[in-house]
């Protein structure tokens, strides 16, 4: 696995990739590089994250840049654009960009990988254990359906999104799928940092960021302490309950819910732990998930 990003190679690579399957530390992650990178997030909704980018799915900006109604096309068609898409928002950026990312790395119809290498700095990936995906995925959702969220884990065809709705269709490839996609390719360098390693030291795993972003400065170990301190979860917690989280879905009762590591094993059933076990047991011992 390549921990080096090359991004001073190409102007163009602009795009730091924050890819992980939905609820595995990627909003945390924004929060903390807002303090680290950004400017200071003001006591408003809206700049939560401050950070220059979005997400890979937003379709507004989508269609802003093809100058089309994606409303109009089909998911497939959508797929054939992107690449184009993110090489334009490189291109036309002075800084670098942080991109949100659900997807899984694939290829589109043309056979062309969605998430070209050559408008791309790196990607920090964020890997949580299942179990604990698995709940914190149910109440995102807005149920304690937990068999349901098992299932969308361990489906190889699991798509978030897609047809005209506020999001750009996301295939995920499941849990393990995903995270193999994303290492499985060679063109892009990648970061890895498990959740429960930033939940166990924060500050470490905020300082590995840093040195893969090749930022400098004399103060770095200050900043770090500094954007981990301010993104403490109690403090999300009681900010989310004062201001409200703009990226709360609207079934869920609120973002940041719990942020623990461990809730898999204490609410999901034998049975439930099993079906995930089966199906990623492999990736889950060489990420240390072992049953």
């Given at each position: ?101 659900h997807d899984a790395y694939h290829e589109n119809a ?145 973002f940041f819910r719990s942020g623990r590591a461990g ?23 060489k990420l240390g998930y072992a049953k």
């Amino acid at each position: 696995m390549k921990t080096e990003a090359g991004g001073s190679q190409n102007a163009i690579r602009k795009i730091c990739w924050l890819a992980s399957f939905p609820k595995s530390g990627n909003t945390w992650t924004r929060i903390l590089l807002s303090h680290l990178v950004g400017e200071k997030p003001s006591d408003s909704e809206l700049d939560y994250v401050q950070l220059n980018g979005s997400i890979s799915s937003n379709r507004v900006r989508f269609d802003n840049l093809t100058g089309l109604p994606s409303s109009d096309m089909t998911d497939d068609e959508i797929d054939i654009l992107r690449p184009a898409t993110y090489r334009s928002i490189a291109k036309d950026s002075s800084e670098r960009l942080y991109v949100k990312v659900h997807d899984a790395y694939h290829e589109n119809a043309q056979g062309n990988p969605i998430f070209p290498a050559d408008c791309s700095y790196g990607v920090i990936y964020l890997v949580r254990n299942p179990l604990d995906v698995a709940v914190s995925y149910a109440f995102h959702q807005g149920h304690q359906d937990f068999a349901k969220t098992v299932a969308q884990l361990n489906c190889a065809d699991h798509i978030m999104a897609g047809g005209p709705r506020s999001q750009l269709r996301q295939k995920t490839f499941g849990w393990a799928g995903h995270y193999k996609s994303w290492h499985q390719q060679t063109e892009i360098p990648v970061l890895t940092i498990r959740y429960e390693d930033m939940l166990e030291d924060t500050e470490a795993c905020v300082m590995q960021m840093a040195k893969f972003l090749q930022l400098e400065s004399d103060d770095m170990a200050e900043r770090v302490a500094h954007a981990v301190a301010e993104s403490h979860f109690d403090k999300l917690r009681e900010k989310e309950a004062r201001i409200g989280f703009q990226e709360r879905p609207q079934k869920a009762e609120r973002f940041f819910r719990s942020g623990r590591a461990g809730e898999g094993r204490e609410q999901l059933s034998s049975e439930l732990q099993n079906e995930i076990y089966n199906v990623n047991h492999e990736l889950m011992r060489k990420l240390g998930y072992a049953k």
